[in-house]
């Protein structure tokens, strides 16, 4: 996966040292423990919390969520989509058209505001 120098700088610290947050010792049966662990340690970080964390480190989320919603429904079908990032279907296809959208409508807005203000003139 393709990231931003910043973040996959971030992400490789992480795996090198990964914070502990338990005064239990992580498990030692094998089982997968989290790259960002929550509080308590067993469970993930929300959400909120990593959207916190990025913006300390300077990276905006919603502009890369977005860019990466319009690169994801360009390669995929919006119900896969909607499957892979837990968004409805109707979410999915209006960012599927959205992604798709020609310059049509664009040109044509642009195109009746010249002709409206060059007859004001």
Not at 14 to 19: E, F, L, V
Not at 37 to 57: D, M, W, Y
Not at 98 to 109: C, E, G, I, N, P
Request: charge should be neutral; proline fraction near 9%; glycine fraction near 4%.
């Amino acid at each position: 996966m393709l990231l931003p120098p910043k973040l996959a700088l971030l992400i490789e610290e992480q795996i090198a040292r990964p914070t502990v947050r338990s005064m239990l010792r992580p498990p030692q049966d094998g089982r997968p423990t989290y790259l960002l662990p929550g509080v308590p340690a067993h469970r993930p970080i929300t959400a909120q919390r990593i959207v916190n964390k990025l913006r300390k480190h300077g990276l905006e989320v919603i502009s890369a969520r977005n860019t990466a919603m319009l690169e994801a429904v360009a390669d995929l079908p919006p119900i896969v989509i909607s499957d892979l990032f837990g968004v409805s279907a109707s979410s999915a296809h209006r960012w599927a058209r959205f992604a798709q959208d020609s310059w049509t409508d664009y040109l044509f807005a642009c195109s009746n505001d010249e002709a409206g203000s060059s007859e004001g003139s």
